[in-house]
T-cell receptor, first 111, second 115 residues
């Protein structure tokens, strides 16, 4: 039982390049989330998916797209990366009323 | 938008000391969660609180859901070196007619423990 897994762990992109961050969970969570974490800013919600087939914007969605491929997988795509998107990205799944369980993160640098 | 004010921002303590940190908001929350994050890792859930006034313990950690629903407190007793990390509070707010709750996170309290 791996919990929430994320790939890749590290990534360096050039401005304008695209990439997809992958997230998978084996905890049977209906809801999944993508956050970014910047120094001194805490965790900010990018997008979430309340259930398979639905996605909604969070606090900071600009420059990102998401896909809830199935119940297990929720991917985050950067179509044209910008230096402002340099951050650590966390995926999470939700159990019960509000408890969220996080993956190990993807550390992204955009040059 | 809703914000959580977490304090202190950082703490430097001696091993064996007790630690207190808190989160406050001008908004009411239905649930309070406390997480710990170690370097290079994702946040790990420590304690979840669901009722105003609730006091919950997890080993040496004790957290309380404030009776006004606008604050929460975390205490760590007899700190040890492995307590080092960043502690985040998170409040759950219900949006979109109550069908989906989204967490709002504080900016964290960085704890350093001197052996």
């Amino acid at each position: 039982n791996a919990g929430v897994t994320q790939t890749p762990k590290f990534q360096v992109l050039k401005t304008g390049q695209s990439m997809t961050l992958q997230c998978a969970q084996d905890m049977n969570h209906n809801s999944m989330y993508w956050y970014r974490q910047d120094p001194g800013m805490g965790l900010r919600l990018i997008y979430y998916s309340a259930s398979e087939g639905t996605t909604d914007k969070g606090e900071v969605p600009n420059g990102y797209n998401v896909s809830r491929l199935n119940k297990r997988e929720f991917s985050l795509r950067l179509e044209s990366a910008a230096p402002s998107q340099t951050s650590v990205y966390f995926c999470a799944g939700r159990r019960g009323v509000g408890e969220q369980f996080f993956g190990p993160g993807t550390r992204l640098t955009v040059l | 938008g809703q914000q959580l004010n977490q304090s202190p921002q950082s703490m430097f303590i001696q091993e064996g000391e007790d630690v207190s940190m808190n989160c406050t908001s001008s908004s009411i929350f239905n649930t309070w969660l406390w997480y710990k994050q170690e370097p290079g890792e994702g946040p790990v859930l420590l304690i979840a609180l669901y009722k105003a006034g609730e006091l919950t313990s997890n080993g040496r950690l004790t957290a309380q859901f404030g009776i006004t629903r606008k604050d929460s407190f975390l205490n760590i007793s007899a700190s040890i070196p492995s307590d080092v990390g960043i502690y985040f509070c998170a409040g759950l707010t219900i949006a979109y007619g109550g069908s989906q709750g989204n967490l709002i996170f504080g900016k964290g309290t960085k704890l350093s423990v001197k052996p």
